[in-house]
Nanobody
């Protein structure tokens, strides 16, 4: 059974930082593309960042480029999202996803096979 468990969400002030983690089990982590998506009330889940199985390729949505850093530790079956210079518009439920498909960029929800339960990030003004 595949499980993705996010942690690290919380309440932070504008300009602050948070580090999210996603612990995976039940899948071959080191051959899976991993990604972060987020959803705010009334909106579709949107892409935030993705990282290839090796960690060599990383993709970000424009609004977080330069502020967020995605990384992974294949020895620990864990992916991270370091979020710096947070803004109120970053407030959302953040979900991690895993894709077992080959040659996927991880930028689209349809590419993912598994999702975590989400962790809330709230940035106060």
């Amino acid at each position: 059974q595949v499980q993705l468990v996010e942690a690290g969400g919380g309440l932070v002030r504008t300009g602050g930082s948070l580090r999210l983690s996603c612990l995976a089990s039940g899948l071959t982590f080191n051959s899976s593309t991993m990604g972060w998506f987020r959803r705010t009330p009334g909106k579709e889940r949107e892409f935030v960042a993705a990282i290839s199985y090796s960690g060599h390729s990383r993709y970000y949505t424009d609004s977080v480029q330069g502020r967020f850093t995605i990384s992974r530790d294949n020895a620990k079956n864990t992916m991270y999202l370091e979020m710096d210079y947070l803004k109120p518009e970053d407030s959302a439920v953040y979900y991690c996803g895993a894709s077992t498909k080959l040659y996927t960029s991880g930028q689209y929800m349809a590419q993912y096979d598994y999702w975590g339960q989400g962790t809330q990030v709230t940035v106060s003004a």
